[in-house]
């Protein structure tokens, strides 16, 4: 019973790494974009692929226009990169804000494939793959009951044993 138990909370612990696994990459979209902003704001001329094409397009109506736009671009861009922030938050437990995240950077790939940006667009697959994965994970964890380890359980001694070091370890030569 108690490898069992211990089988249990493995598995729910390895589900619960993958969730939030999931739900980081909503962060880093959101950061990633954040330092695509700033570096296209102090005039860099690079992006990270991982980026936000929202947030670029806004930059690119800052630079064309400049003045009351600019500002207005930076608002935005703000606006986009919280709502990532926060869908990564509640990702982390939900799984209608990886739906909505997910459909929502599904949508700027498109946006970025308009503007035949394809390598960009192949990370956006990647990530939301991963996104696919957390979320997942994040159904199978709910379905799970929240593993009980006994005290008992919990107060054994973890044997470890050595390794041979090499295969004549393994045989008794005497």
């Given amino acids: 019973m108690e490898s069992q138990q211990l089988s249990d909370g493995l598995m729910y612990l390895r589900l619960q790494q993958e969730a939030r696994g999931g739900a980081r990459w909503f962060w880093w979209v959101a950061g990633l974009s954040a330092v695509n902003t700033i570096v296209h704001a102090v005039g860099g001329s690079w992006t990270f692929v991982m980026g936000l094409g929202l947030t670029q397009l806004f930059d690119a109506f800052a ?6 736009v600019s500002v207005v671009a ?28 997910m459909v929502l950077y ?4 498109l946006l970025l494939f308009a503007f035949q940006d394809f390598l960009s667009v192949a990370f956006h697959v990647l ?19 929240i593993p009980q380890v006994s005290m008992e359980a919990a107060s054994q001694p973890v044997v470890l044993t050595p390794v041979p ?10």
């Fill in 63 to 68: 630079t064309e226009f400049g003045g009351l």
């Fill in 74 to 101: 930076l608002v935005l861009d703000v606006c986009v990169l919280l709502a990532f922030v926060v869908i990564g938050r509640f990702a982390l437990r939900s799984r209608v804000a990886f739906v909505i995240g």
């Fill in 127 to 145: 990530a939301l793959v991963f996104m696919f994965k957390g979320m997942t994970s994040l159904k199978r964890l709910e379905s799970l009951p």
């Fill in 106 to 109: 599904a949508l700027d790939g």
């Fill in 165 to 174: 070091e090499t295969a004549e370890d393994y045989f008794d030569v005497n």
